[in-house]
């Protein structure tokens, strides 16, 4: 059973920085991909970017691209999502997901982390 667990949201002034971890546990995250999403009030559910367990690459949505960095820690089991030149349009809760293959969907959720950007 694949357990995640967001941490490091909370408030920050716009054009501020802030890194976010999900940390896994239940398995060996030597392959599959972690997803980070987002999802503010009143509005769907937003995929920021993923990264692969196995080499480490990465993809990033438009949402935050040039704005935002996944990295990842295999050692921990942690991944990390860094935010950098926040606006108050990235307030959101942040999750982090954990899938099998390249192919598969999301499967296993964190249970998100708050992040609020303040004007």
């Known amino acids: 059973q694949v357990q995640l667990v967001e941490s490091g949201g909370g408030l920050v002034q716009a054009g501020g920085s802030l890194r976010v971890s999900c940390v896994g546990s239940g398995r060996t995250f030597s392959s599959g991909f972690i997803g980070w999403f987002r999802q503010a009030p009143g509005k769907e559910r937003e995929f920021v970017g993923r990264?692969?367990?196995?080499?480490?690459?990465?993809y990033y949505s438009n949402s935050m691209k040039g704005r935002a960095t996944i990295s990842r820690d295999n050692a921990k089991n942690t991944v990390y999502l860094q935010m950098n030149s926040l606006k108050p349009e990235d307030t959101a809760v942040y999750y982090c997901?954990?899938?099998?293959?390249?192919?598969?969907?999301?499967?296993?959720w964190g249970q998100g982390t708050q992040v609020t950007v303040s004007s």
């Open positions: 997901a954990y899938k099998f293959e390249y192919i598969s969907t999301y499967d296993y």
């Open positions: 990264i692969s367990w196995s080499d480490g690459s990465t």
